[in-house]
């Protein structure tokens, strides 16, 4: 009796995912498919200008998405060298003790506000950066994307430690015993026999600076702008969404539908990179 209810209960639990991921993208696809039914999805996705309160509005989403992208890219240029370091470096050669300090400490900064991290960027960050990078504004998505690649460090840390601590010590000692340095152990077989986790750890990592809100929307400003420039501000969809949710907008208008349009497109790609990184990982698995 008891087996059974925890059987119904566990597989409740595990429905409780689906449902909410599909109670979202219904809900955007219903709120976002007006807007679609007025504006060329072409029209949408390649168009260079997004004004959608102009007295012309235009709604090319290009401005807004090579902004999120930029910032994304900034962040894991920051995370995944370091993160992936600092995890070679507590799994392989860090002592129990020392271990034990600086995971709890790095994992610490994800109890951070995002809001305080964006007001270091602005108020911290950018000045500084401001005296040995010329022509950086004091808006810009330089800074938002450094301190992105800061915030999301200990997930990537974390994640991949983790991954690397579980390979078979067999794995390492037969390496060992073949006359590999440790450097040479941690590289050719500790992160082989762990990329499944660590390339989660990048997708989670890439998905979380991808979905930030608060930072981009401090930071790297609220002005839709198509720039290859990241010493310019420009606004992100997530700042974007923010923007538009603060009730200047009719309801039902619209304007307002480009909330949801933005917003479905956001869930397409963060889909799209958890796609790529399950097709890694079991490529990887069939070559090794």
Request: neutral net charge; hydrophobic residues 60%; proline residues 6%.
């Amino acid at each position: 009796m008891i087996a059974n209810i925890m059987r119904v209960f566990l597989f409740l639990s595990a429905a409780l995912s689906i449902f909410v991921t599909t109670a979202i993208v219904f809900i955007l696809v219903r709120d976002s498919w007006p807007f679609f039914m007025q504006i060329p999805l072409t029209d949408f996705l390649f168009g260079t200008m997004w004004t959608p309160v102009f007295a012309n509005p235009q709604f090319g989403v290009l401005p807004l998405l090579f902004a999120t992208l930029q910032t994304a890219g900034l962040a894991m240029l920051i995370a995944i060298p370091f993160g992936l370091t600092m995890a070679i470096y507590l799994s392989e050669y860090a002592r129990p003790a020392v271990r034990e300090v600086i995971k709890p400490a790095l994992e610490m900064l994800e109890a951070v506000p995002t809001v305080v991290y964006g007001y270091f960027a602005l108020l911290v960050m950018t000045p500084f950066l401001q005296q040995l990078i010329p022509g950086l504004k004091g808006i810009n998505l330089l800074v938002p994307g450094i301190i992105l690649g800061i915030m999301i460090l200990p997930y990537v840390v974390s994640v991949s430690e983790d991954a690397m601590r579980a390979v078979p010590n067999g794995l390492r000692e037969g390496a060992y015993a073949l006359g590999m340095a440790k450097w040479q152990v941690a590289i050719r077989v500790v992160i082989p026999g762990a990329f499944s986790g660590i390339t989660a750890a990048f997708i989670l990592g890439m998905s979380r600076a991808v979905g930030e809100t608060m930072v981009l929307a401090i930071a790297a400003g609220q002005n839709p702008n198509l720039t290859w420039d990241p010493r310019e501000g420009a606004a992100t969809i997530t700042a974007y969404i923010v923007q538009m949710s603060l009730g200047d907008v009719a309801h039902g208008s619209l304007a307002y539908q480009t909330i949801f349009a933005v917003g479905l497109l956001l869930f397409l790609i963060t889909l799209l990179f958890n796609v790529v990184g399950f097709l890694l990982r079991r490529k990887f698995r069939e070559v090794y």
